[in-house]
């Protein structure tokens, strides 16, 4: 028996892609509506973190922030209250290494085991079972859930111990939302010499000087309107501030995505924060009355 | 009759691909030793830029910098001279959009034909015929020239009118040299949380948040030592700087391009200018005696 | 009577000055050697926090971060233990608003008053009693402690409620540590033209573009060598660490201290983390091999 | 006889000085108009730059860049036609150091001297006297012109030879503009956090962090509205910039200052060129529909 807690857009997909393969599962979510499609689709319910540990093997978590993942965690109901030796919990929340590691501390003074396995993609990658796992752990762990991972994705990276899966999802954020600002810098200085935004987005998007997965910008920048988000700002945002104040402590200097962050703090203050990310190119683009 | 000045590693090699199919090829270099593998494979020699504008109806440069191209064109014995009538001088130097437009200015003055086609691709790529060209002229001025273009490059991104190619062009190495600067740093934040780094750049590498281009950078990285130059780490300062001055005189911001030109400034100010410029993560990885 | 906590280099030298007035003392230090001084002076010497807050009425507090203030003031044997209906804590340390608007509210939960009274001012100031006190709470306690604060420092600035001196504090910080930054770049760019450092060194700090307090750093920085600390770099840094993390929460811009945040971060990877944090200017005028 | 060529509002309050003591003046400005208030004055009117220095034995110029001084001094009826052995010239434009050291080697090449000396002050102090010279020149030549030069300021910077006058008139300038922009920060930042406005810069323009001359934009800022331009933001930006491609050229790396040049260009393309520089706060401080 597999368990899944935390059942938001991504947590659903990936939750539903080991149900359509066959796999019995236990869900449990802080919101008991979100669940409602994968009870429909045979998935059992449990009414606790607590009641999920005690029925799965093997549980994951796929939480918003620390604090979700510290709620479902700990406390009276919480999931190592349920989990009895041996058993392993998967988490794919992305928080931060240090949080990571003191998760991975309290599961195995709890005589169980700890995996961090955060995804890099989005909804449609978990829909279609494309995520790309980066995991932290102990390797033979990892070589237990392997084939529940395959399921829902389609690379499993690993990285190393406990927290390096997360250590590794906060690089990944740093190229994924850095990049995003300079190719709206790319965009913003063609523009303003002359070029045809959409001829220019689809030739930086053709040629290797720009990160493929901003090919998923091309329309909503091309229209440069609705931005509706696929991943908001504020949370582009918050993932640049996390990776700022982990590098304070490690020490490591970031003067250009430091600049991007202070860019894209400069969009949400200018009303860009629920948009999709890809919005601070308007905020660039934009022309006052000069 | 195809005309080429200017064989540097990058001309020399586009013009050998056009020989190599067939072409007939009058060459000029400052330097004419330069000249010397091409002569050899059956390219003829003119004692000057004026000289191969006579002999051919199309003339291609291939030069370092503005003033180059000006002391080509201009002057006593220069291409302009030479231009009869409805001859075309394509011009594939990077230069700027201003340049470019006094330069299509005087061709046409001249009664010729002027097409800004600067490459996005270095000698690798030159030398496979593999280039992109990023065009600016008059459309079916383009067309008469696309059959050369195809022998020497695989595609041929037409932006509209003189200087258009070229300002793609530096829209294109903004993005090159930004996303160097940012790779670098989410390699180095990585290292700082203690990932192993040859393992995080093949997964950096692999995933679609960065720059496919970056690729050919893995190993030096990986090996963090000689940094031999394929793209010189002061030519892409050089780079960002017109741009920077581009991008003062349009009005468009850019406060993470200039993050990024202020790293490299550091990297050349320590020792790193002649090195490729990837070793910009030297500098960010580099510890001191902390 | 008075007491006072936290006797570092700030604290012994405010304490003094309460001393060399006549008023009586109790002091506590966590490291009691350190408190010997003061005692040699007449100071009256309590074993905890919770001892000095009996003993006296008001207690003044210098602690190094807020992990310290918490040490001091919760626990056992904690100040807020001690304190008695109506007296009032004014602690001095630089913290951030945010946990000083909790000791508020906790020292009230208490019966007892609280105000966030940091300084402006250094070491020299200190001990001549020119500090500038930035003060946040009830307007009426602030009068209460007025007679106090006079004799430690040349002026007091009202700022309104919990928490305003604080964030006062960090307003000013954020000015004298970019400032700092600033000022070594305008050298660094004066030298690099030729210029003699000494004398654009004396004509920047005599011109009014410059913040006065900086003219403590001439010797050092003409000298460009030792930068003995009077404000170590990592402290520098940490403050803008600070800065940055809470105007996030607020969602204020700061995209010019940011890059002298990372600017500073790359000073404490080269080994300047102990320096004073002037050494800024060593690190931006240093010359590799180039 | 004194010269004084452009009388744009510093030209006209500089000359205006030197007729008040009784010095004999003849003055030259493209727009004769303006010259009126000077005529009036007393001083004597030359039909072009030549007929100024053919009267005048010292001549004087304030004008606004490279290109208004180039047309001033070279030409058919140029500055340096009407030169004769011996005069000087002191050009007190801003302008930038190899500018001005190819106007000095033109002046030579000509027989006679010349003196850079651009001033830190504008409207106020150049009408009171109180501007302050930087200097840059043959000694003994400096020592000639320095009874005038006292009459119009009062401090004279000698920075050494040709050029080091605008060399430090620019590091003046990159920490006038810059440290607007931290100022500005430091306000928004403190804003943010609650504080009143008013109380928040007068406590900044109190303590020695902050750059006395900001003293100046104190009503501007708490009114926050017009930003009527006493120094326009779009000026501040050029000279940022100038700033930008000097350091270019002399390697110095200058991120800090980088960061508020793209702050200023935000405010530009934001409409607020023509306010004040200090125009740059309201950016920082405007609030969208977040």
Avoid at 181 to 201: H, M, N, P, W, Y
Wanted: hydrophobic share 40%; charged share 20%.
């Amino acid at each position: 028996m597999i368990g899944f807690i935390g059942l938001g857009i991504m947590g659903e997909n990936m939750a539903s892609n080991l149900l359509a393969v066959g796999e019995k599962l236990t869900v449990h979510n802080r919101t008991k509506s979100k669940a409602q499609p994968l009870l429909d689709k045979g998935a059992e319910w449990a009414s606790s973190p607590k009641e999920v540990a005690e029925k799965a093997d093997i549980v994951f978590t796929m939480l918003t922030n620390p604090g979700a993942v510290e709620s479902v965690a700990l406390g009276e109901d919480g999931l190592l209250k349920g989990l009895s030796e041996n058993k392993i919990w998967v988490d794919c929340s992305t928080v931060n290494p240090e949080f990571s590691k003191a998760m991975a501390n309290k599961t195995e003074a709890a005589g169980c085991r700890f995996i961090d396995a955060p995804v890099a993609g989005s909804k449609d990658p978990a829909e279609k079972g494309l995520l790309n796992f980066l995991v932290g752990g102990n390797e033979q762990d990892v070589k237990e859930v392997k084939s529940y991972l395959d399921i829902m994705g389609k690379s499993i990276q690993y990285m190393g111990s406990h927290g390096n899966g997360i250590a590794t999802k906060l690089a990944v954020n740093l190229s994924l939302v850095t990049s995003m600002a300079t190719f709206a810098e790319a965009v913003t200085f063609g523009e303003s010499l002359g070029l045809d935004r959409k001829q220019l987005i689809d030739v930086l998007l053709t040629l290797p000087v720009t990160a493929p997965v901003l090919k998923g910008k091309r329309e909503m920048m091309i229209e440069n309107s609705t931005f509706e988000a696929q991943f908001p700002l504020e949370h582009a945002h918050k993932d640049l501030q996390q990776i700022a104040e982990t590098a304070y402590k490690t020490g490591a200097p970031l003067p250009v995505t430091h600049g991007a962050k202070e860019l894209y703090a400069f969009a949400k203050q200018n009303g860009l924060s629920k948009k999709d990310f890809a919005a601070v190119y308007q905020l660039l683009a934009s022309e006052g009355a000069d």
